[in-house]
């Protein structure tokens, strides 16, 4: 497929009349062609327009219909073939393998949501029948279920140019609930956006629904997303990105006249608390498996292991020095974008600098133009509860310990710590007690917890839980990698005393959709 380098506006190619978008090879420093555009508040409005009209009739379509467009959607993608992997590799750095897994996660991810729309069950059908001879008081019929929101903005992530952006995690779970989404395209990766993109409005066509069900627009600064998420006829936002990015959009969403929900993925840097027993018994597996996790992909994932913390002793010292053994060992990976890139170094310049820390390792410079450097630093648990500074997050291969002098010490670390995606126990048996020490201080601080295991890697299942407290999320309450992200685009309506013929079908008596319902407290088939 000829890239054009335009906007999708619903079936309409568009062509922007503000600045210019070209997508950077971070190995190169190299522009790609072609030039992109961003659109204008005209653009952003027309989109909206089609999203407004076609919600009515996508959010009634039947669950099969929109289970198998989702399919679709996936179908379409796998059809573009190598072509997605090569543009998508020229404008991320990222290599082949990574690329083709996160292809497979973005169709998996698609198709588990097809399977979650034909269940039926995030629909919550509950139904408590009239009850009028009850005393003091008769009770009505009351019947309810969850609806689509509406007009749903997404925002592409950098750091998956795929699973996370135009028809990543987000979009798929906005689709199923049953909400049109409209893309704000990520500027490092525009060629791969627009691929992706034609292959959604492809599925949305054979599919034959309305063209407003999906729209893709570019944009070079913060207009077309401010304007996007400030349409009133958008209802909600999904956004992964930074914390600042995020809470700009929060505080748009909130100063409009009807403020809507933001489900922002902003910030996180995932402590490792390496508890003494285990230290002990296995300090230089530990430190292997920690620089592997650290360096996964130059340390640009969201659950990259960013903070570890232990007991100050021959144990840690011995970790730190193999832990900075293999970093120093490791090779300069392509980051993402030269923004990103910049934004790394910044980062680690901070720590360096911060008299209140130690260089532990360095990793080797890379070769190409945008290479991260992978660090390892130690600072103190005194020196870390007064620093606030410490706990931000630098996002790349680079990780500070935490020396405590005890594990009362890990648990004050622990309790001041920001919200987190995930926090991490690695322990031995001989470890319990401490472990459940920490246990309700982790789970008032993250959306994950882990025993033995390295944070980078979320599992798309039904299980998963991919968010948490601020500044992780913008919203502890919802999670944007798994089933139960639909909920972030369902509200419940209730139906008071509706005859059967104005009842929603698959509320109406005898159950016609098959559905599982909870019908006066009690679980029907």
């Not at 840690?316 to 300069?332: I, P, R, T, Y």
């Not at 600072?379 to 020396?403: K, M, R």
Request: net charge negative; with cysteine.
């Amino acid at each position: 497929m000829t890239l054009q380098g335009t906007s999708l506006i619903g079936w309409a190619t568009v062509t922007g009349s503000r600045g210019e978008i070209r997508a950077i090879n971070p190995a190169t420093g190299a522009p790609l062609d072609p030039v992109y555009h961003g659109g204008s508040e005209a653009e952003v409005a027309r989109a909206c327009e089609l999203a407004e009209t076609a919600f009515g009739v996508y959010r009634e379509t039947t669950l099969e219909a929109r289970a198998a467009f989702l399919e679709s959607v996936a179908d379409e993608i796998e059809a573009i073939g190598d072509e997605l992997i090569e543009r998508a590799m020229a404008e991320t750095g990222l290599p082949r393998a990574r690329l083709e897994g996160e292809r497979g996660r973005t169709c998996g991810q698609l198709r588990l949501f097809a399977s979650v729309v034909r269940a039926g069950e995030w629909l919550d059908l509950r139904l408590d029948p009239a009850l009028p001879e009850r005393q003091p008081l008769p009770r009505a019929d009351l019947r309810q279920r969850h609806i689509p929101l509406g007009p749903v903005a997404v925002f592409g992530a950098s750091n998956f140019p795929l699973a996370f952006s135009v028809a990543g995690g987000d979009t798929a779970s906005a689709l199923a609930a049953g909400c049109p989404v409209i893309v704000k395209a990520h500027s490092a990766h525009p060629g791969t956006s627009e691929l992706v993109g034609r292959a959604v409005q492809r599925a949305v066509e054979k599919s034959r629904l309305p063209e407003g069900v999906f729209s893709l627009l570019f944009g070079s600064g913060r207009e077309v997303g401010q304007a996007l998420v400030a349409d009133p006829r958008i209802q909600a936002v999904g956004f992964t990105g930074s914390r600042a990015g995020g809470t700009a959009l929060m505080r748009t969403a909130q100063s409009r006249p009807q403020p809507i929900p933001v489900y922002a993925e902003m910030s996180s840097i995932n402590p490792v608390f390496l508890l003494p027993e285990a230290l002990q018994a296995r300090g230089a597996q530990l430190a292997e498996g920690f620089v592997a996790s650290l360096n996964m992909g130059a340390g640009q994932f969201c659950t990259n292991p960013g903070l570890v913390i232990g007991v100050k002793g021959a144990e840690l010292a011995a970790f730190v020095e193999a832990a900075g053994s293999a970093v120093k060992q490791s090779a300069g990976q392509t980051m993402l974008t030269p923004g990103i890139h910049s934004a790394y170094e910044q980062g680690v310049d901070r720590l360096a600098s911060n008299g209140k820390v130690r260089e532990a390792a360095r990793g080797q410079v890379g070769e190409t133009a945008h290479a991260c450097q992978a660090g390892l630093f130690v600072t103190t648990a005194q020196d870390f509860l007064t620093e606030a500074e410490l706990q931000e997050e630098v996002f790349g291969a680079t990780s500070l310990v935490i020396e405590c002098a005890d594990v009362s010490e890990m648990q004050r670390v622990a309790a001041q710590l920001e919200g987190q995606l995930t926090a991490t126990l690695q322990m031995d048996d001989g470890d319990l007690d401490a472990a459940k020490q920490l246990l309700p201080i982790l789970e008032r601080k993250a959306g994950r917890i882990l025993a033995n295991g390295w944070p980078t890697g979320v599992e798309v299942c039904h299980a998963m839980v991919h968010g948490g407290p601020f500044p992780a999320t913008s919203d502890a309450r919802t999670t944007s990698v798994g089933s139960a992200a639909i909920f972030r685009f369902l509200r419940p309506v209730c139906y008071q005393a509706l005859p059967q013929g104005l009842l929603p079908e698959p509320l109406r008596d005898g159950n016609p959709w098959g559905v599982t319902r909870l019908v006066d407290g009690k679980r029907e088939a």
